[in-house]
């Protein structure tokens, strides 16, 4: 069947040409334990200090991993000149004045998404790292994931013809009661959302004109805003994009991720392990494929390893800053389009 003969070492994350940056990671959190630090492990990436303003988690990160260094001074970290890229795994709400201080030091940076939770904050971001010649990725690292790479190579070969319509729907429970999720505004949307409406852009190559969206607070929930959305970006072009992101299902019997991606000449559904393919010459055959590789920590070697080949061909990284500007200005869209009832134009 057309196009549908996939081989892992065509979507599984490559290691990039060059990989001795020296990485200098700041946060030393949940994240950049549990992915960040295995992944570049895995890769043969060099880290070569770590730093938190909590200097327990410094040291016992750099224990865990071998890392030659920790501190609790960022100082320390952007005077030293083995360190190439800072990897920057805090909160968004932490981000800015950071990546000021790294930018004016000459280092790199790989950013954690959400990049910012307020424009103004996204787009001096960026303004800061260009005008200091330094290199802003945004770790949107869910498009270096295995499944995703297996579905954005099926879209690139014509697998279904022209994508039509992209369906997500994504049921899960993160309302956990004292975490900083629930204290976060907007979190749905912005913090984890965004990795979806992210895809969204990567499986179309398209950014919409319009976002509306709905939401609703539930009963008993801890969040301090909704965890439960529903996002409609409507295209200048033939297609249309619809997120459903339920991320306060009690009954976990029932999470689940699915992607239904529909083309004129056949359709994609995807989960985290599988993808399924049926062409309409072919209703009654149905092609799967079981992915190899997961999303956490796999996707981290890749985002990094794009970094290093941007860094070594001296162009922007896929998802550079200024690229992210594009999905976090959906994001922010989503929300304002939730509270005001009124679909949001983005141009
Ligand atoms: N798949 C993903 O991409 C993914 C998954 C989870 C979290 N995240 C993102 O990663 C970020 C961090 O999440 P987390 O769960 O690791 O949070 P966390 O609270 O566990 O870790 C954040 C760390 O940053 C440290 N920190 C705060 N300010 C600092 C400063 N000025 N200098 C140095 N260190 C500082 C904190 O002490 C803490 O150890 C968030 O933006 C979150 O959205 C991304």
Redesign the pocket.
Known sequence: MRGMDVNPIDYRPQLPDRRDYGIGL??????????HLPAYRTCGYRVVAC????PE??ESTAQKFGIPKWT?D?DEVLSDPDVQIVDL????S??R??VERIAAAGKHILS???FAMHWADAQRMVEVCEAAGVTLMV????RWAPQHRVLKLLLERGTVGHLYSVLHVLRSCQDVAGS?IVA?EHFNII??GI?YIDLTRYFTGLTPQRVKATTTIVPGQHAVTPMIYSITCEYDADVMATLHFNNIIRASGLHGNTWYLDGTDGSIMATHSTVEICLKDSPGERQVIQVQGS??PE??GGSMGELMQALTEGRPPQTSGRDNLQSIKIAYGAVESSQTGKAVELT
């Open positions: 700041v946060g030393c959190g949940g994240i950049a334990n549990g992915a730093c938190d303003v909590r988690a410094a609790a960022l795994a805090v909160h968004a932490q981000r004045p950071l954690q998404k959400p770790n949107q690292q869910a900083w976060l913090d984890h990795h999303w956490f996707a981290f």
